[in-house]
Structures are given as C-alpha cells and as structure tokens.
C-alpha cells in the first residue's frame, strides 16, 4: 500500500530553519511528482513546491522560491524540504503528497494528487 509520511514540523523563530521530511512507500521515486502543500488558517491549501522524478523538474511557488528547496534521496524513497528564512506568513501545516508521473507530469493541483500525507504543523513565531 503506498503511503506519504511528514515529519519535521516545529516552531521555530522568524529568520530561522527547518527541514521537512517525506518519505513515500511502496513506491518508485522515478515514476512519481512529489509535492509539498501548505494550508494556512483561513486560507485556501496551495502547492509549495514539485519535484517530477521522472526528468527531476522541480517548481516552487513564487512565495517560496528562494528560500526553499526541495530534494529527494532516492536511497531512501523521501523528499525533503528544507525551509530557510522562514516569515510568520510561513505559518500552515505542510502536507506531502504523491502523484503518478510516468511521462513526466507535475503535480498540478492538490486534488491531482494521488496519495496524501496527513500533514505536519510549522509554526513561525517569535
């Protein structure tokens, strides 16, 4: 059965860093877009950052872009990403998901997904 796991969440100061952690069961890394999701109270849940396995494509929200960065070891079937200079606006739990990219597909929308993680707390505050 596949699965997505986060893990890495915390609190942590405004300037600070964390790395979150993915790891993806049951399946091959090449063959599937991870991507990370945010959703922050009251606002609508949107896509961080996409890493396609299949060419190693690799997005980030213009929000992000800069600060954060999105990496894979496929030794050990987990994407990571590692969040610098992080702001309150930052603030949302981070979810992973999974989705099937054979010829290369993105991961396009949350709801395109095809397995999602349960989601891990980041809080940014002083």
């Known amino acids: 059965q596949v699965q997505v796991v986060e893990t890495g969440g915390g609190l942590v100061q405004p300037g600070g860093s964390l790395r979150l952690s993915c790891v993806a069961s049951n399946i091959n890394l090449n063959y599937w877009a991870i991507g990370w999701f945010r959703q922050a109270p009251e606002k609508e849940r949107e896509e961080v950052s996409c890493?396609?396995?299949?060419?190693?494509?690799?997005t980030y929200s213009d929000s992000v872009k800069a600060r954060f960065t999105i990496s894979r070891d496929t030794a050990q079937n987990t994407v990571y990403l590692q969040m610098n200079n992080l702001i309150p606006e930052d603030t949302a739990i981070y979810y992973c998901a999974a989705r099937y990219s054979p010829y290369g597909t993105t991961c396009t929308s949350w709801y395109a997904m095809d397995y999602r993680g349960k989601g891990t707390l980041v809080t940014v505050s002083s």
């Open positions: 890493l396609v396995g299949h060419d190693g494509t690799i």
